[in-house]
């Protein structure tokens, strides 16, 4: 069974400081603590800069003895699945969720191509690097840098019409920003 104190005081930990360290975790839907929604901060220097970076967070029934389960919902490539060993056979009980994301952010500043998630992306970052790059920065530009005023603004609407801020945020990022489509998911599911 998931153990619901130590998750509580890790979201705690975890945003204590989320401005410095560029990670932060919040409920997902309501109060379910075994489903949460972190974001990561692309890393400087890298073609992630600039980026907000939204992952599903699952915790499994065994969790903390069993690792998270995560998963990209801001496009970063071809897919949302991502390769970390910690997140995997390397996971302890004495690793936290910001551990994971801290790592899942580093992960972007130094991608490991041995041992890929997606096959294509690692061959294009070892093969073609300066393409690597610039497929990375349109990715970010298109898909994780919607954080402008105006989707302030319809973020605000839709939580002024009761709805929670994590599930706006989340549903505007799956309807590409287009707030009447947002309003009708949120209204129907």
Known sequence: MVDYARVQKELVECNRDKDISGVSIELDNGDDLSHLSGRITG???????GGIFQIDIRLPGGYPFEPPKMQFITKVCQNGAICLDILKDQWSPALTLKTALLS??????????DDPQDAVVAQQYLRDYP???GTARYWTDTFAKRASVGTEEKVQKL?????????????????????????EKLCTG
Not at 43 to 49: D, G, L, T
């Open 104 to 113: 899942l952010q580093a992960l972007l500043s130094s991608p490991e191509p």
């Open 43 to 49: 890393p400087i220097a890298s073609p992630y800069e």
């Open 131 to 133: 393409t690597f790059v």
């Open 159 to 183: 939580v002024e019409m009761g709805f929670p801020e994590v599930l706006v945020r989340k549903t505007l990022d799956i309807v590409g920003g287009d707030e009447n489509l947002a309003l």
